[in-house]
């Protein structure tokens, strides 16, 4: 029977962050928070933690994950996810239809929001699918020392900005067979749209980090 899997890629070398994967947030590690997310979903047969890292490799036992090991030469700064994702389906020993990429930097996610993506993913039979959330700035470039408006004319109001739409992070939904040809989206992949102060959560740095502490506390503790 074929599978849906989560895989949580998480190094151990973060150089701007360090030790960042497993920070207390919220009395949990940073990656606990996507494990145990993972772990409310019916539909996800098995967790998996792509990592090089020992302490990570603990977290991921205390919180009921499957390890796999990242070899080093898929674990370098510039190493691409993908890589990490297709080495998964590589050594794990289940037949695997579809994948969830939960990164552990987005820890945070609305609750309902894996179950509306999957829904989605599987009613329009999709091969990927991917969160976005609207960007109202006003954006432009630097040019020649001047600054090049982008998506708006000078005196122009934001909300009449044409819409434009940054991926998020939050999560990813993709067909094995896809990220095994090293894909992960492409053209069609399918942009679902999020709006949610969670959505600008991404840490890498100590400032993402405090910031990520800020709205887990007001959304999730206060609401607990």
Known sequence: MSKTIAIIPARGGSKRLP??????????????????????HSFIDEVYVSTDDAEIKKVTLKFRAKIIDRPAAISGDFEPTITALQHVLEVVEAKVENVVLLQATNPLRPEFLLNEAFEIFKKNNLESLFTVSRDEHKLGKIEDGKFVAFNYKPGQRSQDLEPLYFENGLLYIAKASLIQEGILMNENSFPMVVNHPFTKVDIDTQEDFEYAEYLHNKFIIHNS
């Open 19 to 40: 030790g960042k994967n497993i920070l207390p947030l919220g009395g949990k590690p940073l990656i606990a928070h996507s494990i145990e997310f993972a772990r409310k």
